[in-house]
């Protein structure tokens, strides 16, 4: 008897836990502004959610067929759900999607000549600074 | 619990629903299809708990895979223009 309800708390903050991390990724990939920011939100659900809601059903059925077939399942969606979100990073960034939001790149080729223009010699400053700078770095 | 459980599913699903009709991009769409997916191989492992009939298991493993595989397919086409048979390969 005593078990039987530790079983059962288990497994019940376990789906509790699962369920709040689906919640709260379906929420991040609707709010988010950006494919890159919901690709997180996605990772998310597909790790957390999905692992603590099999880990908790498979705690609920105890020591059967049924749990190894469950854990094949949350392994598989555990090991195959990143290689998706990361194939879909790559094919976004690949076919140029570019991330809202401040962007460094865009900035630094669109200020380069305005600077040039209004005052040349703190241009040509600026850009010496810049060049010593990446030549430390490198 | 389980019946929490599914209605959370549920829940998430249609928002994840919302943000495949609403996408800026295709990848957004993609990524919502996956998601959609991945609440949906839930769904099914909870309905055979519910049921009482835990063989729904074998399904979801089943789906898991398609799903997975489905993905790679739409993104391969993004990325490539084809999926890669010969024919299309060789007009290229």
Redesign the interface.
């Known amino acids: 008897m005593d078990a039987q309800l530790l079983i059962s708390v288990l ?2 903050f376990f ?2 836990l ?2 709040l991390a ?2 709260i ?3 991040g ?2 709010r988010l502004p950006d ?1 890159y920011c ?2 997180h939100a ?1 990772g998310m ?2 790790t957390a ?2 692992s603590f ?2 880990l908790g ?1 498979a705690i ?2 105890g020591i059967s067929l ?1 749990t190894v ?2 854990l ?2 949350g392994i ?2 555990f090991f ?2 990143p ?3 990361h ?2 990073a790559q ?2 960034h ?2 140029g ?1 570019v991330p809202s939001g401040r962007n460094l790149a865009i900035a630094k080729t669109a200020k380069k000549p305005t600077g040039a223009e209004a005052n040349p010699k703190q241009a040509a400053k600026i850009r010496s600074k810049v060049s010593r700078k990446s030549r430390g770095a490198s | 619990m389980m019946l929490v459980a599914i209605s959370a599913c549920a829940v998430c699903l249609l928002m994840a629903l919302v943000r495949t009709m609403r996408g800026p991009t295709a990848f957004d769409r993609v990524l919502a299809v996956n998601a959609i997916g991945t609440l949906i191989i839930l769904g099914i492992a909870l309905h055979g708990f519910i049921m009482e009939r835990p063989e729904f298991v074998d399904i979801a493993l089943l789906y898991a895979i398609l799903n997975f595989i489905g993905t790679f397919a739409v993104l391969k086409l993004f990325s490539t223009g084809s999926l890669g048979d010969a024919a299309s390969s060789r007009k290229k």
């Open positions: 497994s019940g789906i509790l699962g369920v689906l919640l990724g379906a929420l990939l609707l494919v919901r690709i996605v659900i597909d959610g999905a809601v099999i059903l609920h059925e049924v077939k469950l094949f399942v598989f969606l195959t759900s290689i998706a979100t194939a879909v094919v976004a690949k076919s999607v």
